[in-house]
């Protein structure tokens, strides 16, 4: 089993629509999660860190079930330049650290 | 001001040459990291320093070298460079503090062909 997993892709959605992603992670020592955005041929950056009680950033929402191990990432009225990849990533502390990416959602938001 | 930058941004060679990628960043992070990132998008990580000390070294062939001159550098050489080595390869760093570490700031890539 990966560490990370995302929902596979792609996503088709149209303009206006609500759109969810997961990611489970499988190690107890996951510490700090987040979600990323990756345009094509560009460096991922951050989008939002997740916290345990959840947070928002205007139409972006991140939520975390530690007990089930599990992240999601809702965008409300999805504009065209949403389109991207979506990773999540889970960092851990083991003794060492380590940073743990997704294999990444896509994304394409349509007129 | 870029904050987290990569030379070169393309390098095209042939197999067997070595090569070098630099990174340096303007955040004042403690921790600096590479990336590789394959054909599939897959993004993993190959080497961690932080203050300059190596903390992470994942199953990387060992033609691949890692140096950190200072916490605001971490360069990447690569010896004998075979086609499996074309990738992007990414450099970010981040803050780390006690045992929380924070997000982490991407370079722009280097893309790397080897012919």
């Known amino acids: 089993r990966k560490e990370v997993e995302q929902d596979p892709g792609p996503f088709n959605v149209p303009e206006g629509a609500t759109v969810a992603f997961n990611c489970t992670y499988s190690n107890s020592a996951s510490q700090s999660f987040f979600w990323y955005r990756q345009d094509c041929r560009k460096e991922p950056k951050l989008l939002m ?3 345990s009680s959840g947070n928002e ?10 007990a089930s191990q599990y992240i999601s990432l809702l965008i409300r009225d999805s504009k065209l330049s949403d389109s991207a990849t979506y990773l999540c990533v889970v960092n851990l502390n083991t003794g060492g650290f380590k940073t743990i990416f997704g294999a990444g959602t896509r994304l394409f938001v349509k007129a | ?3 987290v930058s990569q030379t070169p941004k393309y390098l095209v060679t042939q197999m067997g040459n070595d090569k070098s990628i630099k990174c340096e960043q303007n955040l004042g992070h403690d921790t600096m990291y590479w990336y ?6 897959f993004l993993k990580i190959m080497f961690s320093y932080n203050n300059k000390e190596l903390i992470i070294n994942e199953t990387v062939p ?5 140096k950190s001159p200072d916490k605001a550098h971490l360069n990447l050489h690569i010896n004998s460079l075979e086609l499996g080595d074309s990738a992007v390869y990414f450099c970010a760093s981040s803050r780390r503090s006690g045992t929380a570490t924070y997000e982490q700031y991407f370079g722009p890539g280097t893309r790397l062909t080897v012919t």
């Open chain 1, 57 to 66: 950033d205007g139409r972006f929402t991140a939520q975390l079930n530690r």
């Open chain 2, 1 to 3: 001001d870029t904050a």
């Open chain 2, 36 to 41: 590789k990132q394959d054909s599939k998008k």
């Open chain 2, 62 to 66: 060992n033609r691949f070298s890692p």
């Open chain 1, 49 to 51: 860190s997740v916290y």
